[in-house]
């Protein structure tokens, strides 16, 4: 009987409790923010260095989808934008040889314009010159709106290559948070589809405790406060951790059936989030007891 009275008031980190004293003031069940990472293109998994279980830090290279055809797709489309650009060469050149006749043409006018006024040139030739002027100026214009057709099927291509740059670089997969890889659903040389799950990532290193609690202790608790959280070392004892509640809902709800709360016969509980620290023991979904500091 000794031994069993020293049990109980010894001081330890890993406590046990009687039947006579409640260890907790509210229970719950561990979760993370997990994020599924979906494939961005489609193709063939040629490279996919993952494992369940794996750290990863943010922005980490983990895999690559195949890209020949996409590649394939853009040399082609820069091999039209090149006809493309060989066209409005051409035209630009064709623009320069009109100005230049148009130039002549200038000359020519004033020429006969000026024989005109001293008697030298009949009416016929001076509108003759005006009108092969006006013609060419015409044509100059007529051809100056290729180029405006020619530029805007340039920026239809330019389009569809930044379109074919931006597919090849989602290719690369990319891990998005630092995190453990939780789930793993392709393995290399798979074929992956665009928004087809690769795997579920989360962090770990502080993880999330889901909490409800009644009315009555909603008073007793605050965004920031410190309380110990207690999970099963084994039958009798727990092992201790510290954690800091950061989000208490504002509104009520009925008390989940996986969740005894401190009242069980309380139906409208709040949920309560606590952030804990974590050593590498707990879990997502492990059952977790808190005391209020």
């Keep these: 009987m000794k031994a069993k009275i020293l049990i109980c008031v010894l001081p330890v980190l ?7 004293e409640k260890v907790s003031d509210a229970s719950g069940n561990f979760e993370a923010k997990e994020i599924i990472v979906s494939a961005e293109a489609q193709g063939k998994l040629l490279e996919f260095n993952i494992e369940e279980g794996d750290k990863l830090s943010k922005d980490l290279v983990v895999g690559y989808i195949d890209t020949v055809p996409l590649s394939i ?21 064709q623009i320069e040889v009109q100005e230049e006749q148009k130039d002549n043409l200038e000359v020519e006018k004033n020429r006969i314009n000026n024989l005109y006024k001293d008697n030298a040139a009949t009416q016929k ?8 002027y006006s013609v060419l100026e015409k044509q100059i ?3 100056k709106t290729q180029i405006s057709f020619i530029s805007k099927e340039m920026d239809v291509y330019n389009k569809q290559i930044k379109l074919i740059d931006d597919k ?51 008073s007793t608790i605050q965004i920031g406060q410190k309380v110990r959280v207690l999970i099963d070392k084994d039958e009798e004892l727990y092992k201790e951790y ?22 069980e016969r309380v139906n409208m ?11 590498g023991k707990l879990k997502i979904g492990m059952p977790a007891e808190v005391k209020f500091i």
Excluded: H, M
């Design 168 to 218: 090849i670089s989602r290719a690369k997969i990319t891990n998005p948070i630092n995190g453990t890889v939780l789930e793993k659903y392709l393995e290399e040389s798979e074929i992956a589809i665009i928004g087809k799950a690769l795997y579920k990532i989360a962090y770990l290193d502080e993880i999330e405790l889901r909490i409800y609690v009644s009315g009555a202790q909603l």
């Design 125 to 132: 030739q001076l509108d003759e010159i005006e009108g092969n």
């Design 242 to 263: 510290q954690g800091e509640i950061f989000w208490i809902s504002d509104q009520t709800e009925f008390t989940p059936k996986i969740i005894q709360t401190k009242e």
């Design 141 to 143: 214009a007529t051809t």
């Design 14 to 20: 890993l406590v046990a409790c009687n039947g006579n």
């Design 73 to 93: 797709q853009k040399e082609q489309l820069q091999a039209q934008k090149e006809v493309v650009k060989t066209k409005l060469v051409n035209v630009k050149a």
């Design 269 to 279: 509980v709040y949920a309560v989030k606590i952030k804990v620290k974590n050593d």
